[in-house]
């Protein structure tokens, strides 16, 4: 489904601050895959994260999408065919739009027409079912700008916008990092019920070691640019957060740390 094939990146090129950062790299995943990717700073999580939007192009290799060669493609076309929802939770929405007006946007993400605002009973009533089943009363404030909602409820809204209409993947950047511990819980419970229900391909970036392991059915670990765990079937449904702090220790002593 999403395939990269010998990649290689480096930053500073030519700099006294040149990183190869992912050198020959390879990485797939299937379609209906959730995969949950942990590792420390600087392991290339984010990296392979932003090689696949398009906001990143590597140096060599390729980027296939079902098949198609992404690899040049700008970022505004990969979204087209590619979710994302970002770390801070004032990336998914427009803070000085309604809630409404951010829903409408996004279900006429790809559509030609012109865009119009105009509320209808039809249109709000189906917004209202659509937020109703988060539980964090969404549905009763469509006409509240969403700078003015909580971290935890933008980054709700982000996840449904982004599932809207039509997604073959879905990119999660650390979506719950910014969170408190609750509210982390409600988004990670939010997004395996949406993912499950829309059948939809996940590659989820995560420091949390738990969510790792409870979420998905795949977990990769990644250490200076390589795989260093990559557990799926019943090898991760075995998989305990012990064994990945484990990991984590034998890496951290490896590098003086």
């Known amino acids: 489904m999403i395939e990269l094939d010998k990649i290689t990146k480096i930053f500073g090129i030519n700099t006294v601050n040149e990183n190869i950062l992912l050198s020959d790299f390879s990485f797939k995943a299937?379609?209906?895959?959730?995969?949950?990717?942990?590792?420390?700073?600087?392991?290339?999580?984010?990296?392979?994260?932003?090689?696949?939007?398009?906001?990143?192009?590597?140096?060599?290799?390729?980027?296939?999408?079902?098949?198609?060669?992404?690899?040049?493609?700008?970022?505004?076309?990969r979204s087209r065919r590619i979710s994302r929802v970002y770390q801070n939770p004032a990336l998914g929405t427009v803070p000085d739009m309604t809630i409404f007006e951010n829903l409408m946007l996004a279900e006429n993400k790809n559509k030609p027409a012109l865009l119009t605002f105009a509320k209808d009973?039809?249109?709000?009533?189906?917004?209202r079912e659509l937020l109703s089943g988060l539980g964090l009363s969404l549905e009763d404030k469509l006409d509240i700008k969403t700078g003015l909602l909580s971290g935890g409820q933008r980054q709700a809204l982000a996840l449904v916008m982004s599932?809207?209409?039509?997604?073959?993947?879905?990119?999660?950047?650390?979506?719950?990092?910014?969170?408190?511990?609750?509210?982390?819980?409600?988004?990670?419970?939010?997004?395996?019920?949406?993912?499950?229900?829309?059948?939809?391909?996940?590659?989820?970036?995560?420091?949390?070691?738990?969510?790792?392991?409870?979420?998905?059915?795949?977990?990769?670990?990644?250490?200076?640019?390589?795989?260093?765990?990559?557990k799926g079937g019943n090898d991760k449904e075995n998989l305990k957060v012990s064994d990945l702090l484990g990991t984590f220790n034998e890496i951290s002593v490896e590098c003086g740390n």
Not at 121 to 127: E, I, L, R, S
Not at 189 to 209: A, G, S
């Open 121 to 127: 009973k039809k249109k709000t009533d189906f917004y």
């Open 30 to 77: 299937e379609k209906g895959d959730f995969v949950s990717i942990v590792g420390s700073n600087g392991s290339g999580k984010t990296t392979l994260l932003n090689l696949i939007g398009g906001s990143l192009t590597p140096e060599k290799g390729k980027i296939y999408l079902d098949g198609e060669d992404i690899t040049g493609k700008p970022e505004y076309l």
């Open 163 to 230: 599932t809207m209409t039509k997604t073959d993947l879905l990119l999660l950047d650390e979506h719950t990092a910014a969170l408190d511990p609750k509210t982390a819980e409600i988004i990670m419970r939010l997004t395996d019920k949406v993912v499950k229900e829309k059948n939809i391909t996940v590659l989820m970036v995560t420091h949390n070691l738990r969510f790792a392991v409870e979420y998905g059915n795949r977990t990769v670990m990644m250490h200076k640019g390589q795989i260093v765990i990559d």
